[in-house]
């Protein structure tokens, strides 16, 4: 069941993406306001308090309804059910018109139109970035939104799904996610709606929930890239980036692609938390670079190919999955 949801998800995502301003994440944007609100009243166990009443209550509603509609209307309804939270939650779309314009604009040369996409998708201050690092830019951000709306989604999926919990995963792994960035200290908004003991629980909650499906992520590209460099770049330069989890990711993909990944990182912009969906940002702090090629325009085309193998390898894996449980 869980191999057809997610292969009917992601088609139905690819034909008709959903729309950047939808009821359904206006919702939550207003239910994480909400709790935070009326929970958050500064003290530690306020902020787990908050942060499970936030993360796990509509995780709680989705597997309550899946529960209701597999036992009491059929399996087929059940199936339609997780297609739709997946289609939701998990998809290329809710961020690959950023990555396709900035790189169609570095392959007609126009360098301004690329950093002011790149200032657009993630808010931040890119000025004269030279060319290689505006290429070093979008291959870190869309590894880790790839990482974030997609593979992550699939490893939290597939684990509960096999246990009976149905679409739970992606919820729980979506809205941890989520939370973390809204009650983040990045502006004024947030600074008001947040105190830093619940900024905190959010960060190590987030830390926790992303570890599996971080090396997960790093361990498919590895077998559709460069294996033994992508593994070398796991064990040997993951801790060259602040965020852990974040760094296996890229220095997985570094090795698997020969790039060189790392460095300075952009400044945001100052201001409120910007108003848009679910859609993933990923803010990458200073680091160490990565042994690699200079980042070119060429690999933005190989982060695409490493990606797109991954998902054709995590399909297959839960192909033969569902036909030995079919068979068996």
């Keep these: 069941m869980s191999f057809f949801a997610i292969l009917f998800a992601l088609l139905i995502e690819q034909a008709r993406p959903l729309a950047r301003t939808n009821p359904i994440h206006a919702g939550l944007r207003a239910w994480a306001l909400s709790v935070s609100r009326n929970f958050d009243a500064g003290k530690p166990h306020h902020g787990w308090v908050a942060w499970c009443l936030a993360v796990l209550t ?17 399996w087929p309804v059940a199936v339609l059910w997780n297609v739709a939270v997946l289609y939701i939650t998990l998809g290329f779309r809710q961020f690959s018109h950023h990555f396709t314009g900035i790189r169609d604009a570095l392959e007609e040369g126009d360098e301004e139109r690329a950093r002011e996409c790149l200032a657009h998708w993630q808010q931040v ?168 090629r200079e980042p070119e325009v060429g690999h933005l085309r190989s982060v695409v190919g490493l990606v797109w193998r991954s998902v054709v390898v995590w399909m297959l894996l839960l192909a033969l999955l569902t036909l030995a449980r079919l068979l068996g």
């Design 58 to 74: 509509p995780a709680l509603f989705v597997l309550g309804v899946h529960l209701v509609l597999l036992w009491g209307v059929g």
């Design 125 to 292: 201050d890119v000025g004269d970035l030279p060319r290689s690092e505006v290429v070093r830019h979008v291959i870190e951000y869309s590894v880790l939104a790839a990482h974030r709306s997609v593979f992550g989604v699939l490893a939290w999926f597939s684990v509960l799904a096999a246990l009976g919990l149905g679409p739970m995963g992606a919820v729980l792994y979506r809205m941890a996610e989520f939370v973390s960035r809204y009650w983040a200290d990045r502006g004024a908004e947030a600074q008001q709606k947040a105190s830093p003991f619940l900024q905190r629980a959010t960060a190590e909650a987030w830390t926790a929930i992303d570890w599996m499906p971080a090396r997960m992520t790093a361990l498919g590209f590895a077998v559709v890239g460069s294996f033994e460099e992508a593994i070398e770049g796991w064990r040997f330069h993951a801790q060259r980036f602040p965020n852990d989890n974040d760094g296996v990711v890229l220095a997985a993909t570094a090795g698997a692609i020969n790039v060189r990944l790392g460095g300075e990182a952009l400044k945001s912009r100052p201001g409120p938390l910007d108003a848009q969906d679910f859609e993933v940002d990923a803010s990458i702090g200073e680091s160490d670079s990565t042994p690699g």
